[in-house]
């Protein structure tokens, strides 16, 4: 088990950034599949972004689709990021990272993992977008 803690939410207004981390210990995140999930009041969580092992492919759900970066630290390898530009306010809730080790082959090549693919959580920090 790797255990996850996430970093870097706030508040911000809408057409602003913020940079979301997640460190891993005490295993680095070489070997995971990883992904960052989001969920506001009332609603389930929701897929955003995930990204392979290799780095070659990452996905995101259409709503972050040109905003949303997700990318691992190269220097740290316990570390990964989820860089958001042009927030709006419906982006708000609180934000999860998740990693899976070792992933089924296809996991995030053929479609966006749901939360059940995932065995390691973080514990969640809070996005808000004001308008």
């Known amino acids: 088990q790797v255990q996850l803690v996430e970093s870097g939410g706030g508040l911000v207004q809408a057409g602003g950034s913020l940079r979301l981390s997640c460190t891993a210990s005490?295993?680095?995140?070489?070997?995971?599949?990883i992904g960052w999930f989001r969920q506001a009041p009332g609603k389930e969580r929701e897929g955003v972004s995930c990204?392979?092992?290799?780095?070659?492919?990452?996905?995101y759900v259409d709503s972050v689709k040109g905003r949303f970066t997700i990318f691992r630290d190269n220097a740290d390898k316990n570390t990964m990021y989820l860089q958001m530009n042009n927030l709006k306010p419906e982006d708000s809730g609180v934000y999860y990272c998740?990693?899976?080790?070792?992933?089924?082959?296809?996991?995030?090549?053929?479609?966006?993992?749901?939360?059940?693919?995932?065995?390691?959580w973080g514990q969640g920090t809070q996005v808000t977008v004001s308008s």
């Open positions: 998740a990693a899976q080790g070792p992933p089924t082959y296809y996991m995030c090549l053929n479609s966006m993992p749901v939360p059940g693919e995932y065995e390691n």
């Open positions: 005490p295993f680095t995140l070489d070997d995971y599949v």
């Open positions: 990204l392979t092992i290799s780095g070659d492919f990452a996905d």
